[in-house]
Each structure stands twice: as structure tokens, then as C-alpha cells.
């Protein structure tokens, strides 16, 4: 995949956005541990930013997904992992099930907003009792006339705690588990709606996540996204996306870190030379390098294919799997190469260090990813349960 001017155009107007009204704020939001994400997210949509890959009719551009690609890739230029996580999770993780399965209805109520930079969305898919095993999640919805009555509890919750609405993976049935969850969306203000608690991390300080509580809630039952008892497959489509903006975000912090890292080394005095004069540090931050740009490849060949409408279930897991892994690889060398410096809090190299480590985790861990592979591989046998 080659970006065109029009990606590149793209990607400069994002980056000038960063520098003007992200960058400068970030220390102060890592402190606060939130941003305004109403405020940027209205500045994004006017810039046309919310909804590249989104239909025109709903206020989107229209475009193919590898623009949103390209957008997932400069936001890396934030000093931070938390706040691009967040518009993120507008743009590539609660809205693209909308988008695609949403009756005309549900996505003028929900998705124009959303594109518009009116409302911030989440994804409630974890719970305290289920983030791998998602087909075990325990949320449910009763039928009650039109309405959904729901129950349960959703964990780590990114935005949630900001949000209008939770686009919520939950049981709507007994049946087997991969059939009887459906994507409902759920405004953040309805009654029943506990916020239960603000969640403290060592990393992503500015991204706001939570554990929500349900009781009871009542929504209509057209807020269902697509079909009842689709909800598994729709989520396990949406987090190709979520996979790809992962991989395709953690590529330009690992650039910058490193070229961090060469600067420092090439000033840092030591044994009559610099860092940079010792061959070890030369070839490590080399390999690391190349590392990077085959991520990078990889992550463009997945997005080339999705593109073409092919299933890339294989390469997104691959890609985010070895951006888990490359990501912390690349934060514990160079913040190594820093010495005490690295070890400060401000430094950059060590917010990448903590930012990072959410990479193996979130969005399915390295060990589900593994999994999925094993399976796409036909190593591993497809599971018992239904
Ligand atoms: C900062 C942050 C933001 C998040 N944002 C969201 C969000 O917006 N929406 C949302 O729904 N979720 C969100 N999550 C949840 C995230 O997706 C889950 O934490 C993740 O899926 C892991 O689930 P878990 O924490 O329940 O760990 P568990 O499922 O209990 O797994 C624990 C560990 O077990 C290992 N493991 C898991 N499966 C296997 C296996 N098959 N074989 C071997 N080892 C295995 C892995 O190492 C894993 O880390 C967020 C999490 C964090 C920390």
C-alpha cells in the first residue's frame, strides 16, 4: 500500500492539529487523568476527522478504509498513548458496527452525532468477570414490550466515564454463547446507569476508563445494532479494526522513540566518546528500526486486503500481536539507554514504557492473539462450547 497525496494531506492536517491543540495540553491532562474529549473531538469533526470511512449520508467522507489507516498512524504523533486511544475508540472501536449493520434510524441518531464531534462513544465489551473469554460475558437483556431491560456490569471502559452512549455487547438470549449476544446501544444517561468508579493505571493517564454498573436499564429495542443474536460475530468483525488501529498507531511513538533515543545517545558523554560511539547501542537501535518498518509493512498489507473487502482476521492478529510485543521491546531498550534519565517520570521514552504495556493486554491479548492464530493456522481444534 502506497499513501497518496490525498492520505498525506490528510495526515498533515492531523499532524497540525497535534502540535496546535494536543501536544501542548498533554502534560496537564495526564495529570488531571482526562482530557476534554467533548472539546477535541468537536475540533476533529470540524476538520472533517471523525467519520473519513464513514458513509457522506451520514456525515462521513466516503472514503476507503485506508484513509482511516493513515489517520490511526499520525495520531501516533501525540505525546501520549491516551487521548489518540480515545479518538480511536470513536472512530475504529465503537462506531464501525454502527456503521455498517445500524438501521438508517439508529445511525441518524447515533453515528451523525458521533461524526459530528456531539456526542463521545465507548465500547462495553469486558466485564470484571470476562475481557479474554468474551462469548462469557454475563451482561443480559430481558425483553420487557419494545424495550431491552439490562443488567450486569462492563470493566475498563475507555471514555466511559465521559460518554453519551456505550455501544454494549450483551446477552440477549440463552442460547449458545456465540449466538445469543447482540450490540445495543445504551445513552449514558439512562436510569440505572452507575458509574461506579474511575479506574487508576500506570499508564494511558489521560484516557479516562471505567467500570460501569446496570441496573435494570431499560432501552428500546431498536437500538439494537443488525440482527439479535449477532452481536459475537459483529464485535469479532469491529475488532479487526480496533487490531489494525492499534498496529498502525504504535508505529510513529515508536519512531519518535527511537529517534529520541539516537539524539540523546549521540550527546550523552561517556568513556571518552558518546552513547552512540558504542557498537552495541548502534545495533540494537538499527534492529529495532527495522523492526518497526516491518510492522509497518505488515500493517499496510492487512489494511490493503481489507481494503479489497478480504477477511484479514489472520494479519490483524499477527499485526497486533507484534505490536504488543515490539512496542514494550522498543519502550525497555531505549528507556534502558537513557539510564536514570529514563527512570524520570517526564521523560517520554518512560510515558511510552507505561503507555505501551497496555498494547499486550487491551483489544484481546498477546495470548488471545496467539489463539486466534492457532486456529486460522489449523493447529488448534475450534472450541467445544457453542
Ligand atoms: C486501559 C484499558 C482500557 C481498556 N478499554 C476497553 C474498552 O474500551 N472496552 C472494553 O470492552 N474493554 C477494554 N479494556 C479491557 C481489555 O480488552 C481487557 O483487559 C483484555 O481483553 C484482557 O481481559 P482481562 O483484563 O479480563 O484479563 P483476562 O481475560 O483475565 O486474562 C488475563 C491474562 O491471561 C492471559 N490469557 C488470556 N487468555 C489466554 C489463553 N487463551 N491462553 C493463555 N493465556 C491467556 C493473558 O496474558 C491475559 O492478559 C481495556 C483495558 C485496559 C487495561
Known sequence: MQYTHEHLEIQKTLRRFIDEEINPHVDE??????FPAHQVFRKLAALGLLGL????????????????MAMAEALGHVSCGGVPMAIGVQTDMCTPALARFGSDALRREFLVPAIA???VGCIGVSEPGAGSDVAGLKSHARKDGGDYVITGQKMWITNSLQADWMCMLVNTSDGPVHRNKSLVLVPMNTPGITKAKKIRKIGMHSSDTGLIYFDEVRVPQRYRVGEEGQGFVYQMQQFQE????????????????????????????????????QQWVQFKLAELKTEVEALRALTYRACELYVQGQDVTELASMAKLKTGRLTREVADTCLQFWGGMGFTWENRVSRLYRDGRLGSIGGGADEVMLGILAKTMGIAKRPARE
Open 53 to 68: 470511512n464513514k458513509p457522506e449520508v451520514y456525515g462521513g467522507s466516503g472514503l476507503d478504509y485506508s484513509y482511516a
Open 29 to 34: 491532562w495526564e495529570a488531571a487523568e482526562q
Open 117 to 119: 464531534g456531539e456526542t
Open 242 to 277: 480496533e487490531r489494525l488501529w492499534c498496529a498502525a498507531s504504535s508505529l510513529l511513538p515508536m519512531d519518535e522513540c527511537i529517534a529520541d533515543t539516537i539524539e540523546w545517545a549521540q550527546q550523552r558523554k561517556l568513556f571518552g566518546g558518546t552513547l552512540a560511539d
